[in-house]
Each structure stands twice: as structure tokens, then as C-alpha cells.
């Protein structure tokens, strides 16, 4: 894909898979005293998937300790030093939110943000990833209505990576909202990059849905510079022929 290197386009295809899964995720396993929560690296392939239970439902305004990985049965931190961790708590009645981040041990409580950097493992790019601070998203829920469950979520995330001798700005902010009503999920998220190449501004649209399968497109500058739909997004923007 000409408009980025080989490796910023394995890594923005793999951002793309990373947040369309998460919001999958967290449609499907959330309710009114439940959270899917979904752990996911630039450069780790592998994702990490847990639940976060209420002991009841919202009511009013609160908000949970730090849970993280490394404290829970059967989990373990995925790369070394580096805790993934999640917080919970209620914005009033039926309404639920969770922070999800990576944090330095030393730094489990959400708002004591710092920098971090760990080596990529990914099948696709191999280098060194750093978000300073370290990323952190907050979903929210509204559980309030029966059979209804609306999530949304905003990234503000300033992250690079250094693959090969190149030196990659992957920063990103973008959008996400959806609804799960009954067992039926659809959800549309965007992502913009400002600085991933030198020709301008990258902007990515998409929707998912259990009636209407992925279908995306990648902007530059305005201009349509590639589509996915179901399946690999790397190979559908031929990150391997960049």
C-alpha cells in the first residue's frame, strides 16, 4: 500500500483489527452488572479477553480500584513489565463505564500515567513500540433500557514505533458507538492519523454488524486510498506489496 511504509501499514491494519474486536467483544459480553474487557498491543498479536463483575447494578456514581492482569487466575502479563489493566465504575443509573490500559508496575492506578515501551512480536513487524503516556481508553455502557445495551468509546493515543531503522508516528484519536438490541450487534468506529506518513493525513472509516459485515475504507487527504471488508485487513491493503 503506497500511501505508508510496509510496517505502518501492518501496524495500522492491525490497530484497526485490535479496536474492531474490542468493540465486538465488549457488545457481546457486557450487561447491566457485566463488562467484556479486551487487552490489545501494537505489535502483540495475541489479545487478552476478561470479564469485570458488578456486584450490582449502577444506581449511582462510583468507581472500582485497579484490577490487573497479573492479579487474576490463569493470567499473566503478555509483555514483560509492562501490567494491563482495567478500572470500572458506574456514571449514575444503568450506566457503566471501564478504563482499559497499559501501565509500568509501580503505576496500576488509571490517572498515574507514564510512559512506556516495549519490543513488537507481531508475525507482521518486529521493532520497538512507546505510547507516552502510556494508552488508555475509557467505554462506556448504557445498560438502562431492557434488552438494550449502547456502548462508546474516544482514543486519544500518542504512540510511535521504530521498525528497521524506521521511524513511525502511529498517534491516533478516533470514535467509536454501537448497540447491542437483544442478541443482534452494530457498531461503526473512525481513527485518524495525522503524522503515520509524510503524504498527509490518514483517516479510516468502518462498520460491523451481525446484519452487515465489516466494510471500510482508508483516506488520505479525502481521497479513498484503500477498502477492507471481512477477513485479513493487512492482506486486503497489500501491506506486504507496500
Known amino acids: 500500500m503506497s500511501f505508508v511504509s510496509t510496517p505502518a501499514c501492518a501496524l495500522l491494519a492491525q490497530l484497526i483489527e ?44 462510583s468507581v472500582s480500584g485497579p484490577t490487573c492482569l497479573s492479579a487474576l487466575p490463569g493470567q499473566q502479563q503478555r509483555v514483560s513489565a509492562i501490567e494491563q489493566c482495567f478500572t470500572t465504575g458506574c456514571d449514575g443509573p444503568g450506566l457503566l463505564f471501564t478504563d482499559v490500559y497499559a501501565t509500568l508496575e509501580g503505576h496500576r492506578l488509571a490517572d498515574d500515567r507514564t510512559a512506556i515501551s516495549y519490543s513488537a512480536s507481531s508475525k507482521r513487524v518486529t521493532g520497538t513500540i512507546s505510547y507516552d ?68 493525513r490518514v483517516t479510516v472509516f468502518w462498520s460491523n454488524g451481525d446484519d452487515r459485515p465489516r466494510q471500510g475504507r482508508i483516506e488520505q487527504e479525502g481521497k479513498t486510498v484503500g477498502r477492507f471488508a471481512d477477513g485479513s485487513i493487512a492482506t486486503a491493503l497489500d501491506c506486504a506489496g507496500s
Not at 27 to 51: C, H, K, N, Y
Not at 136 to 156: E, G, T
Open 18 to 61: 485490535q479496536t474492531d474486536e474490542s468493540f465486538a467483544n465488549g457488545l457481546a459480553g457486557s450487561g447491566p452488572q457485566e463488562l467484556s474487557v479486551t487487552f490489545a498491543l501494537l505489535g502483540i498479536d495475541s489479545l487478552t479477553v476478561t470479564r469485570a463483575h458488578l456486584a450490582e447494578a449502577c444506581a449511582a456514581v
Open 133 to 200: 503516556p502510556n494508552p488508555l481508553a475509557r467505554w462506556h455502557y448504557d445498560a438502562s433500557q431492557a434488552s438494550l445495551l449502547v456502548a462508546a468509546v474516544d482514543f486519544d493515543q500518542n504512540v510511535s514505533a521504530s521498525v528497521k531503522g524506521d521511524e513511525i508516528d502511529l498517534s491516533y484519536s478516533g470514535h467509536g458507538e454501537g448497540e447491542r438490541d437483544g442478541m443482534s450487534l452494530m457498531y461503526n468506529a473512525s481513527l485518524v492519523l495525522p503524522a503515520i506518513s509524510s503524504a498527509g
